[in-house]
Antibody
């Protein structure tokens, strides 16, 4: 059964780069049937979609974060990563990685996040 | 970006009640609508995808309906384990995929 696990520093200083890794076990990251994504949740607030990474290497980013964001994959090491630069207190959140099903026969395809990591808390503070 | 608006933001209900949560999109999204359940301190869990398809392993008391801009999540008979926050999410126009603000279901 596929499992995802986020890891990375729990505390990041303002203006620095937040780096997180999502380790994938029990399955392959090399599948055209899924994308790999990041979602975050500020304390006491709702969910915000950060971005997605497809098997082809194509990435899609939330426009609100795009200028600071990079998502990449290391298939040989079975993990994918998020880097968010120039962080501020507004980036304090629980960060989740997730797998999304891709289905449907026509564009746009359907996406639904069916497997999630447990989440990791990142605080931006000096 | 497509805006997703849920109503109500919170509700109180009793075990056995029928509960309905509404999600409205700012423009038509066909049936590109998912529902998630989140319990405190836990990751969200996929309940319904493509507006009305039940995710594997999810109890049949959960159902979804709707198309275009208006969608509903119904819990036919609320169980103790269903007290949680529920989010809708659109994947029609992306990026970004967008979530509703959430509906918290608590015990009356």
């Amino acid at each position: 059964q596929l499992q995802l696990q986020e890891s990375g520093p729990g505390l990041v200083k303002p203006s620095e780069t937040l780096s997180l890794t999502c380790s994938v076990s029990g399955g392959s990251v090399s599948s055209k049937s899924y994308y790999w994504g990041w979602i975050r949740q500020p304390p006491g607030k709702g969910l915000e979609w950060i971005g997605s990474l497809f098997y082809s290497g194509t990435t899609y980013y939330n426009p609100s974060l795009e200028s600071r964001l990079s998502i990449s994959m290391d298939t040989s090491k079975h993990h994918f990563s998020l880097k968010l630069s120039s962080v501020t207190a507004a980036d304090t959140a629980v960060y989740y990685c997730a797998r999304a099903m891709i289905f449907g026969s026509l564009v746009p395809y359907y996406y639904a996040m069916d497997v999630w990591g447990q989440g990791t808390t990142v605080t931006v503070s000096s | 970006d497509i805006q997703m608006t849920q109503s109500p933001s919170s509700l109180s209900a009793s075990v056995g009640d029928r509960v309905t949560i509404t999600c409205r999109a700012s423009q038509s999204i066909s049936n590109y609508l998912n529902w998630y359940q989140q319990k405190p301190g836990k990751a969200p869990k996929l309940l319904i995808y493509a507006a009305s398809s039940l995710q594997s392993g999810v109890p049949s008391r959960f159902s979804g309906s709707g198309s275009g801009t208006d969608f509903t999540l119904t819990i036919s008979s609320l169980q103790p384990e269903d007290f949680a926050t529920y989010y809708c999410q659109q994947s029609y126009s992306t990026p970004p995929e967008t979530f509703g603000q959430g509906t918290k279901v608590d015990i009356k």
